[in-house]
């Protein structure tokens, strides 16, 4: 699943056989691949016609407070009873969510839920019992029960001790975890039983040996020692024996070990057994690492801890165990039956670290690292009992990740049995990893990238076999199992990769079906009876609403209308997605183009042109849904009616297209996505009549990252460069994210030199560049900007400045501060393109 390099260089493509979806699909019908010539974009900028004063954009008005474009449903779900469904939306001029509630046969955005009764429909994450009687949640740390047949609520808790990973019991009974504690519940009485409790400390002992000679001639000596110890010794054990012939009495703790601390707990629905999860604790701060405040209300400076730099890293090891809650027996869960435990994945690296360092790498076999891998998008964790709790599955990842496992546990050994192992030479993907057991059945369905794309696969317990259930080049995600285990319902980019329709697949037979066609993108959640589907949709130029479906059906109705009228009254160009051709992939660059008014192909003089850079890297940005960058669309749309072509792309490492585009990047950030945006200026030279050179482009965080290294790498490729919340050296960063796509430095500082800007400042020729470097950046570091910017002062370079944001985060939150940073950007653009 290697990235396939052309021996020649693909010619960039005629337009005619470009393939293009509409961006702005309507409200019903999905977009569509069609051809596209050249002429059809005239056609389009004809169409648009005159703008009237009111539809002229201005950055003051795009940078305002976001509620002037709509305060849009979020995180919806099901009413109980599916009756009703629930969504937040944020509070005018506030940063506050409140709480809405809509029948589904009224009409309009719902009704706000008072305060006074949140408790009663706070339940997206609910429980239900094994006959489907009844339902409990937390709210406000406390426990609510709910009768599902009358409808009736109870309130079972009154404290404000934090709870978590509620669940029912076979028994009946509810039981959660209170800090190291699993607690037993009865809903009816409300009697409550302590299962479990963890110690993080030795087993104690009712004598120690003593530690020298003088304590062991003392006790030899002193008839007073040795009395004390035979009644210290009878104490200790006649409350080991009372603890173990009392049933009445809390069980006795489990023994973690001095110095542990909790990564997870879980416990079997039948309520006799337990996975425990511990390491060794490690901070996430730096040490000595402060982050100053020069804005507060104190008038002081303040610091603030912030996070470990990758350069710091050190290996995170977990210990599995298996609790016995009858027998108090504790056994451990070693990884040394995990397929390639020990194989030293890295030694192609190391070796070739180690030879630029004039030395030679001795590779060994040696257990690694591995780890509970984290539950990215999985709300009840990667620790997944079956139905009647007799069996387990756990997701496991080597820290070094590079192989992914899916293992159950043979309790009667003691022994994890792997049931999938997924191996990549570059990095384990945190997406397309979710996975559960199929209800009713000895099998676990799983996501997995091993085909090249994210997709569903099923295995049986009993034959030991995988079975693929979708298949093709596109990507599954959001994955809902029916209750009855009939079904898998999902997202898929099927249509187009910048379209996300609702699907299932039968898990017996494979057979799916496409259940929405909308276009845009949609996600869902499925009514508590499976019949229908609550519907979140967006389009390019239309931010999110809630639609209904009824499964069975083709049309969906819209529940809510949030968007402003004054959004809704300007023309907003769609921008269409183009399948750009790659000189150097066979696969191309899609990217949104955006043409301006009165757009003419056969101008004498070539248009101004900027390119957009989507920041996070593994990001998907060229779709047909509501962007997460919605005031850098209107700012596209504002530059068009000024004159402006404007694209921006996913390139290489971008979400949604695979494996192999995702991990094109691996141990050489900034080579293939500067190449892609090498092409996309060329495709816009020969395409859409841009004059390349006057071309400029900016991002941020990671499109800042790739502002400074296309400006360095390819000076002749932009005439200005805006590098928002940059990265300059990828040492600094995160180790979650960078050591995925890098390794660490201290085993491959080479990956690290060839991706980070710092290392080619000498290159910079002097383009005109803004930096723009909010200070309390607890992400992305404003040192990482101030040392850049040092290393060019050294290098006496010229035509770079700084914009420095006081009080902003790596997200700007102040209008203030977006309006202030997109005039520089305008002006950047305005002085040095047009």
């Not at 990238?449 to 995988?466: K, Q, W």
């Not at 023309?571 to 997605?577: A, C, L, R």
């Amino acid at each position: 699943m290697q990235v396939t390099h052309l021996k020649t260089k693909l010619a960039i493509a005629v337009a005619a056989t470009l393939m293009t979806v509409s961006c702005a699909s309507t409200e019903q019908g999905s977009a569509q691949p069609t051809e596209r010539a050249t002429t059809e974009y005239q056609a389009q900028a004809q169409q648009t016609g005159p703008r009237s004063e009111t539809s002229t954009l201005t950055l003051e008005r795009i940078m305002a407070d976001q509620d002037w474009v709509a305060r849009s449903p979020e995180s919806a779900y099901w009413s109980y009873d599916g009756s009703q469904i629930l969504f937040e939306r944020k509070r005018q001029g506030s940063p506050m969510r409140d709480l809405y509630v809509r029948d589904l046969t009224a009409d309009g955005n719902g009704e706000r839920v008072a305060l006074a009764q949140l408790h009663g429909y706070a339940h997206p994450d609910a429980v239900v019992n094994d006959d489907q009687s009844m339902h409990a949640y937390v709210f406000e740390n406390n426990i609510f029960v709910r009768d599902l047949r009358s409808g009736e609520l109870s309130q079972l808790t009154g404290d404000a001790h934090s709870k978590t990973a509620l669940q029912f019991l076979h028994d009946g009974r509810l039981s959660y975890r209170v800090e190291n504690r699993l607690v037993a519940i009865e809903p009816a009485s409300g009697r409550r039983q302590t299962l479990l409790t963890l110690a993080f400390s030795d087993e104690p002992e009712a004598t120690q040996e003593p530690a020298d000679l003088i304590a062991e001639e003392e006790m030899e000596l002193m008839e007073y020692n040795q009395i004390q110890r035979r009644q210290r010794t009878e104490r200790f054990e006649h409350q080991q024996q009372l603890a173990a012939q009392n049933s009445t009495l809390a069980p006795q703790p489990f023994y973690m070990g001095e110095g542990m601390e909790l990564v997870d707990l879980s416990l079997s629905p039948a309520g006799d057994k337990a996975i425990v999860v511990i390491t060794e604790p490690q901070s996430w701060r730096a040490d000595g690492d402060l982050m100053p405040r020069y804005v507060t209300e104190t008038g002081r400076i303040q610091n603030q801890d912030v996070r470990r730099r990758v350069a710091d890293a050190e290996p995170v090891e977990h210990q599995m165990y298996v609790l016995d809650l009858n027998s108090g027996a504790k056994q451990a869960l070693g990884f040394d039956s995990l397929p390639g435990f020990d194989e030293d994945v890295l030694a192609s690296v190391r070796e070739e670290n180690y030879a630029a360092r004039g030395e030679n790498y001795r590779s060994e076999r040696k257990p690694r690292a591995i780890n509970l891998m984290a539950a990215w998008s999985a709300p009840q964790g990667n620790i997944n009992w079956n139905h009647d709790g007799s069996q387990v599955a756990v997701m496991l990842r080597a820290w070094d990740n590079k192989d992914r496992w899916i293992a159950t546990v043979d309790f009667d050994n003691a022994r994890l049995v792997s049931q999938h192992r997924l191996h990549d030479e570059a990095w384990i993907n945190r997406d397309y990893n979710d996975f559960d057991w199929v209800p009713g059945q000895n099998a676990l369905w799983y996501g997995s990238e091993e085909d090249g794309y994210g997709h569903l696969y099923v295995r049986n317990l009993n034959s030991g076999r995988s079975r693929q259930l979708t298949q093709g080049q596109y990507v599954v995600n959001n994955v809902v199992s029916g209750q009855d285990g009939d079904y898998l319902y999902y997202t898929a980019n099927q249509p187009h990769p910048g379209v996300y329709e609702v699907y299932r697949v039968a898990i017996s037979s494979g057979d799916i079906e496409q259940l929405t066609d909308l276009g845009g993108i949609n996600t869902f959640a499925l009514s508590p009876d499976e019949s229908q589907l609550l519907i979140t949709h967006s389009t390019a130029v239309q931010p999110h609403e809630l639609y209904l479906q009824e499964l069975g059906s083709s049309n969906a109705e819209r529940l809510t209308h949030t968007v402003s009228d004054e959004f809704n009254s300007i023309p907003w160009k769609k921008g269409d997605i183009v399948a750009v051709p790659s000189s150097h992939v066979d696969e191309p660059i899609y990217s949104r183009v955006y043409l301006p008014d009165d757009f003419d192909p056969n101008q004498a003089e070539g248009y101004p042109a900027v390119v957009f850079i989507h920041g996070a890297g593994y990001l998907q940005n060229a779709h047909s849904g509501w962007s997460n960058y919605s005031r850098e669309f209107m700012f596209h749309n504002m530059l068009t009616q000024q004159g402006y072509v404007v694209l921006d792309l996913d390139f290489r490492g971008s979400k949604g297209y695979g494996r192999d585009w995702r991990t094109a990047v691996y141990r050489q950030m900034g080579t293939p996505e500067v190449e892609d945006l090498v092409d996309v200026v060329s495709w816009m030279g020969d395409q859409v009549n841009v004059d390349t050179s006057r071309v400029g482009t900016y991002g941020g965080s990671y499109g800042g990252f790739l502002t400074f290294m296309s400006l360095f790498k390819e000076p002749d490729l932009f005439q200005a460069g805006a590098a928002l919340r940059p990265v300059t050296d990828w040492a600094h960063y995160n180790t979650g994210y960078t050591s995925n796509i890098l390794n660490l430095p201290q085993d491959d500082m080479i990956a690290y030199r060839r991706s980070s800007p710092i290392y080619f400042a000498e290159q910079y020729q002097n383009t005109p560049l803004l930096i723009s470097a909010p200070m309390v950046d607890d992400n992305v570091f404003f040192q990482d900007s101030v040392r850049l910017v040092q290393r060019l002062i050294e290098l006496e370079k010229e035509n770079f400045e700084t914009a420095i944001f006081p009080v902003e985060p790596h997200g700007f939150v102040q209008p203030s501060s977006w309006l202030n940073q997109y005039r520089r950007i305008h002006k950047l653009f305005e002085s040095n393109l047009k």
